[in-house]
């Protein structure tokens, strides 16, 4: 079975512009998590959805947002990015709760 | 939110040694887990214990949830292990919050 899959896997930006982030769960998960992670650090929680509806969100910027599908990919936007903003975006899919299976990632390099 | 540190922050070994890697959290967790990030980002799932003990080969786990830690036990250690191993644990909110990693390099 296909495990996450996120796409693409890198990706060079300039500040000031928009990114779109691509992620498709496991088969039968309904729920997608965002996370980034700069070097060094662990990974920081962005967003959570289940069943197309938010049902967390971590300590970002509204310059960050997220979606789901009704087939439960998900994507999520950067709006107007910063340097710091470069970083290793991570996808994450669960059945409902509990444990939680990741992507390859994404990563972004904002210049 | 809850804290979760993660000791020790490195770890050199020669292969063939044993470890303990140990995560402590600052409150009640309904879930935890563990994992191994290898060079190129991938995280690897470990385990999924958020009580008790768990066995995966050369890799066990151990959580005492009413004391609030858990311990990753790495036995006959090999070059492949190295990388960053990271707790994660969920606390009431759909928020699982990351320690900082313990980083492992398993020399030959």
């Known amino acids: 079975d296909a495990g996450v899959t996120q796409s693409p896997t890198h990706l060079i930006k300039t500040r000031g512009q928009q990114v779109t982030l691509r992620c498709s769960p496991i088969?039968?998960?309904?729920?997608v998590s965002w996370y980034q992670q700069v070097l060094g650090q662990g990974p920081q929680f962005i967003f959570q959805y289940y069943e197309k509806e938010e049902r967390g969100r971590g300590n970002f910027p509204d310059r960050f947002s997220a979606r789901q599908f009704p087939n439960y990919s998900s994507e999520l936007n950067v709006n107007a990015l910063l340097l710091g903003d470069s970083a290793l975006y991570l996808c994450?899919?669960?059945?409902?709760?509990?444990?939680?299976?990741f992507g390859p990632g994404t990563r972004l390099t904002v210049l | 939110g809850i804290q979760v540190e993660q000791s020790p922050p490195d770890l050199i070994l020669q292969e063939g040694a044993n470890s303990t890697l140990r995560c402590n959290f600052s409150?009640?967790?309904?879930?935890l887990q563990w994992f191994h990030q290898n060079p190129w980002g991938q995280l690897i799932n470990l385990f999924y214990?958020?009580?008790g003990t768990k066995q995966n080969g050369r890799l066990s786990a151990t959580t005492v949830a009413t004391e609030r830690y858990s311990l990753l036990y790495i036995s006959s250690s090999q070059t492949t292990d190295s990388g960053v191993y990271f707790c994660?644990?969920?606390?009431?909110?759909?928020?699982?919050?990351f320690g900082r990693g313990t980083s492992l390099i398993v020399h030959p």
């Open positions: 088969s039968g998960h309904k729920s």
């Open positions: 214990i958020p009580s």
């Open positions: 994660a644990v969920e606390h009431g909110s759909y928020i699982p919050t």
């Open positions: 994450a899919s669960s059945l409902e709760r509990g444990e939680q299976f």
């Open positions: 409150d009640s967790v309904n879930n």
